[in-house]
Antibody
Framework: EVKLVQSGGGLVHPGGSLRLSCVGS????????MDWIRQAPGKRLEWIGR??????????HYAASVSGRISISRDDTDSSMYLQLDSLKIDDTAMYYC??????????WGPGTMVTVSP | SFELTQPPSLSVSPGQTTNITCSAD??????VYWYQQRPGQSPLLVIY???KRPSGIPERFSGSNSGNTATLTITGTQATDEADFYC??????????FGGGTRVTVL
């Protein structure tokens, strides 16, 4: 079965950090760019970043809204991708999805993991 | 910055055709993707590159994109199609952009 499984998340205090994981299976993980997309409650989807494949030098690209606070990495030996987001704010409260990139879109999504930033 | 605009909501009767629009300047020059998000679920790609349907997506879903508007059409809308639908495109300045979403209610 082709799928993405996510872990991490939960309640975090403002100023804290989060680290989320995403594991792919059923497809050649190393051959696909991977992304993180989030959705605040009642809001639209927001792309926050990408890690490209090793053949693309593992380049990362980040949204301006999180630039400077975000780091995305991958470990193809484990078919895993990671999101680190620091200096968390209340506005970072959202469901975080990992997604597999397909050219200019996203053809496979994880189930999501909720992150709540609260005092 | 590049923004995609969708109507917030639509209501349709079962069996009728649903047209969901997504607008932006010169959108026809970009590829548009559509996602269906049922309550409590993650998004599902239903249309890619304007009008292509992924494997497993019913034929009643179709897409078009021209000028400033892309359209997702559901022909013969079913109760199971009730969901939020998001359009998405890539822009060189804003990168990956999503529309605000359209809630489709099947009455």
């Amino acid at each position: 079965e082709v799928k993405l499984v996510q872990s991490g998340g939960g309640l975090v205090h403002p100023g804290g950090s989060l680290r989320l994981s995403c594991v792919g299976s059923g497809f050649p993980f190393s051959e696909r760019h991977m992304d993180w997309i989030r959705q605040a409650p009642g809001k639209r989807l927001e792309w926050i970043g990408r890690v490209q494949t090793e053949t693309s030098d593992l380049s990362t690209h980040y949204a301006a809204s999180v630039s400077g606070r975000i780091s995305i990495s991958r470990d193809d030996t484990d078919s895993s991708m990671y999101l680190q987001l620091d200096s968390l704010k209340i506005d970072d409260t959202a469901m975080y999805y990992c997604a597999r990139a397909d050219q200019d879109g996203f053809d496979l999504w994880g189930p999501g993991t909720m992150v709540t930033v609260s005092p | 910055s590049f923004e995609l605009t969708q109507p917030p909501s639509l209501s349709v009767s079962p069996g009728q055709t649903t047209n969901i629009t997504c607008s932006a300047d010169s959108l026809g020059n970009k590829f548009v993707y559509w996602y269906q998000q049922r309550p409590g679920q993650s998004p599902l790609l239903v249309i890619y590159k304007d009008d292509k349907r992924p494997s497993g997506i019913p034929e009643r879903f179709s897409g078009s994109n021209s000028g400033n508007t892309a359209t997702l059409t559901i022909t013969g809308t079913q109760a199971t199609d009730e969901a939020d639908f998001y359009c998405q495109a890539w822009d060189s300045s804003t990168l990956y952009v999503f529309g605000g979403g359209t809630r489709v209610t099947v009455l």
